[in-house]
């Protein structure tokens, strides 16, 4: 009812209760003996083989004697709490998140960060700060929280405003002054019902001292009052029309004539500036020409500066190649008159070593003519 349930009220847990003594282990008592069979004793159990199915798996012992345990969903269900959540101002036309909160988190600290992180109101830039109860009253321990769990009370999370309480449905009110939970629903249910039943008997018992039911002038004097009510209020209702027609109009023209200062303000602004602008760009631009003048004189000085480098480097290397070339050239004389010198000197040498053989062939052949003349004289 109203999209709100109750959850059972549950008792807190208490210690695992012993198993019963007959449902694993073997009883120590014997059956009284019937037609057609034995008499099953102790000693008659014990006698079982080691290998059967109840030894295996009936035991005490075998593992699968814990399959009744509690599990974590029904320890979550027994011992967890769960919350009803509603964002603050949307109480009314926005969607509930239910949140189970885990058996770690047992302090408000950790509980509105995780309520943050369930509803996911990171996406909408959005920070739980605050929680609050139907009727605005906040929430700020872990005892209050656990309370209004219990009692099934929606928990209405603020992200740093202030409690909304224009957004939240009477109904969710009346459900936490009655005490919360399906009790509190149906309780709320009966209230409304006999507060409709008893408008009814009033309107009834106002309509029949009016005289309805029992003559006709009732019903037509009503029928014309009603008539000349209506009529007054759809004249009320023309005359506020028209007055806020009116005033919408005086609006309007008070905008227009607003826009059209501020547009004349704006273009003026404009021009000034324009102007402002242009005053500020000549002189920049003046400016800029100088600097421009300066920079190409410099730029002019410096380069004939750079020319006039190179062309005395030059100038002082084609000095440098023409003192060397002088001076190879003085080089080159002074070994060719030295070469000449050395060349007339082997061609003297020469010649003397030429003379001084042809002499000496000359005596060698003189003395052989010499010898055959004395042996032909002989």
Not at 297 to 312: D, E, G, T
Request: hydrophobic share 35%.
């Amino acid at each position: 009812m109203f999209g709100f349930g109750k959850k059972k009220e549950e008792a807190p847990a208490a210690a695992p209760a012993p198993e019963p003594a007959g449902l694993f282990e073997k009883p120590a008592y014997s059956t009284p003996a019937s037609p057609g069979c034995g008499m099953v004793t102790a000693s008659t159990e014990a006698s079982r083989t080691p290998g059967t199915l109840f030894d295996r798996y009936g035991g005490a012992e075998s593992p699968g004697s814990d399959v009744h345990n509690a599990t974590h969903t029904s320890r979550l269900r027994a011992m967890g709490i769960k919350l009803v959540c509603y964002l603050n101002t949307e109480v009314d036309r926005g969607r509930s998140t239910v949140v189970h909160l885990p058996t770690e988190e047992d302090t408000i600290e950790e509980v509105v960060p995780y309520i943050q992180r369930r509803m996911q109101l990171d996406k909408r830039m959005k920070y739980a700060k605050r929680l609050y109860t139907p009727n605005g009253t906040p929430v700020d321990t872990w005892e209050q929280l656990t309370d209004a769990a219990q009692r099934e009370l929606p928990i209405i999370v603020a992200c740093g405003e202030p409690f909304d309480p224009t957004t939240v449905p009477p109904t969710m009110v009346a459900f936490q002054e009655h005490g919360g939970g399906r009790s509190a629903a149906f309780t709320v249910k009966h209230e409304l019902q006999e507060r409709r039943k008893k408008a009814a008997q009033l309107k009834a018992d106002q309509v029949r001292a009016t005289g309805h039911g029992a003559t006709s002038t009732a019903p037509k004097a009503a029928k014309h009052t009603l008539m000349e009510t209506n009529r007054q209020q759809s004249a009320m209702l023309r005359h506020e029309f028209m007055e806020n027609l009116l005033l919408r109009a005086a609006k309007q023209e008070e905008i227009v004539a607003h826009v059209k200062y501020n547009k004349e303000v704006m273009v003026a602004e404009r021009q000034e500036r324009v102007a402002r602008n242009g005053i500020i760009a000549k002189e920049k631009a003046a400016m800029q020409g100088e600097q421009r003048k300066n920079e190409q004189a410099h730029h002019l000085y410096a380069k004939n500066q750079a020319h006039q480098a190179i062309a005395a480097e030059k100038a002082a290397k084609a000095k440098e190649i023409r003192l060397k070339k002088k001076e190879a050239a003085a080089l080159a004389k002074e070994q060719l008159i030295e070469s000449k010198k050395v060349a007339g000197q082997q061609r003297r040498v020469s010649h003397i070593a030429r003379s001084v053989q042809k002499a000496e062939l000359e005596e060698s052949s003189l003395k052989q003519r010499q010898a055959q003349r004395d042996l032909v004289k002989g």
